[in-house]
């Protein structure tokens, strides 16, 4: 009885040890997809977007919904509407820092 133990044991110790060496390798390497371009245009896209508030452009965004939908406009569209043009605005930020034609970067 105390052979299954200690081999069930050893077989619980492996695993946790390929565990660790799988995780590890994954945290070190981050996302195997993102590239190094992927992160320099999302921390200059971030710091633009922390850095300017672009308040005239997102109204002119949300007049522009307004006009286009009519109204009235639903109390479930009217409470994702700001979220909504928050994620439109970061995303032409990403797109604008991604946008040197002689630097091309996959994004």
């Known amino acids: 009885m105390s052979f299954s133990i200690s081999r069930g044991l050893a077989v619980v110790i492996f695993a946790a040890k390929v565990a660790a060496i799988i995780t590890a ?13 992927q992160h320099d245009l999302d921390a ?3 710091k633009i ?32 509407l700001q979220s909504t043009i928050n994620e439109l605005s970061f995303s032409s930020i990403q797109s604008a ?9 996959v994004y």
């Open 97 to 105: 820092v991604n946008s040197d034609p002689y630097h091309p970067k």
């Open 49 to 80: 977007n922390e850095d300017q508030i672009f308040s005239v452009l997102k109204l002119e965004a949300k007049a522009a919904f307004n006009t286009v939908h009519g109204l009235p406009i639903s109390q479930e569209a009217a409470s994702q």
């Open 44 to 46: 200059l896209s971030i």
């Open 25 to 37: 390798a994954f945290e070190e390497e981050g996302n195997p997809l993102a590239t190094l371009d």
